[in-house]
């Protein structure tokens, strides 16, 4: 089964997460993928982390990382690959493609 990981960034501030748990929510409810998960960089709960070991209990076999980032910068060039190599190395079953790439054609890389 295929899932949607919407990653954001994270923050201290209570309630900063909301815009990508509705995100996640409403790409849920629109049928885009059978399972759709939010995860932070930092700070903020479910970890990038806790989302994918939550996918992959619920049964995905893929997942495409969908970045929900304001810009493109040490995040989406240095972070998330990071973060992204710890997760294939903890989950090898659950195979993780980088859906950021569709997003070059619009100026982010």
């Known amino acids: 089964m295929h899932a949607l990981l ?3 960034h994270g923050s201290l501030s209570s309630g900063s997460g ?3 748990i509705r995100l996640a929510a409403r790409l849920r409810e ?4 059978p399972l759709v998960a939010a995860g932070f960089l930092n700070y903020s709960r479910p970890t990038l982390a806790e989302a994918a070991a939550r996918l ?3 049964g995905a076999e893929t997942a495409t990382v ?3 980032l304001l810009v493109p910068g040490y995040f989406t060039r240095a972070a998330l690959p990071r ?3 710890m997760l294939r190395a903890a989950h090898p079953a659950l195979g ?8 070059r054609r619009f100026g982010y890389d």
């Open 6 to 8: 919407v990653v954001g």
């Open 18 to 20: 909301a815009a990508t």
């Open 30 to 33: 629109s049928g885009v993928a």
């Open 56 to 58: 992959a209990r619920r």
């Open 66 to 68: 969908l970045p929900y």
């Open 83 to 85: 973060a992204l190599a």
């Open 96 to 103: 993780l493609a980088e859906g950021w790439a569709a997003l």
